[in-house]
């Protein structure tokens, strides 16, 4: 489950699309109060957040989301134009855990969501022993590795997530 707050409207679509082409659930938002919202009431694995928002700046949304119940464990992913190490610096003091730069390729999106799934997954598979390797959940991760990961080193990773999911879904 992902949270994607983001102003424009192309950028938004784009990034939506990217993801759920790679089997996320989507919710988007076009400022950063409705973000906020989404994310108190969907409870998101990751939320991508821009830093140029109409209404809140996103370092603003990040500090509000980690003051929410469930915002400790959400993976927060920094969206911004701006790529100096002192804004990469600023992104993570925020709260964000990753500061991704504008343009965005779709390999550093899909690599950090990727990652975050792996934790998440690693997370949830000491909870739980059940296996369910033919999975609709695990197939969808399975074909989207494969449709991603030609020059972009996913294929381990997307696999091994899928992997946790065999024996971590219900």
């Known amino acids: 489950r992902v949270v ?6 192309d ?11 790679f089997g996320c659930e989507v919710t988007a938002a076009e400022n950063g109060t409705k973000g906020i919202a989404a994310v108190a009431s969907s409870d998101p694995d990751v939320a991508i957040i821009d830093i140029g ?3 809140l700046s996103g370092y603003d949304v990040a500090q509000r989301i980690r003051e929410l119940p469930n ?6 992913l920094a969206l ?4 100096q190490p002192d804004d990469r610096e600023r992104a993570l003091s925020a ?3 990753e500061h991704l730069v504008k343009p965005l390729e779709h390999q550093s999106l899909l690599k950090a969501i990727s990652t975050a799934r792996l934790v998440l997954l690693g997370h949830v598979n000491k909870k739980k022993n059940s296996a369910c390797r033919g999975s ?5 991760i399975r074909k989207s590795a494969s449709a991603v990961a030609d020059g972009m080193g ?3 990773i997307v696999l091994v997530a899928g992997c946790a999911l065999a024996t971590a879904a219900t």
Do not use: Y
């Open 71 to 76: 915002g400790a464990s959400v993976k927060l």
């Open 80 to 83: 911004t134009g701006f790529g």
């Open 136 to 140: 609709s959940t695990v197939r969808r």
């Open 95 to 97: 709260g964000f855990d």
């Open 11 to 21: 950028i938004r679509t784009v990034t939506g699309k990217l993801l759920k082409a």
């Open 4 to 9: 994607l707050v983001e102003d424009r409207e």
């Open 154 to 156: 996913l294929a381990s």
């Open 53 to 55: 928002l109409p209404d």
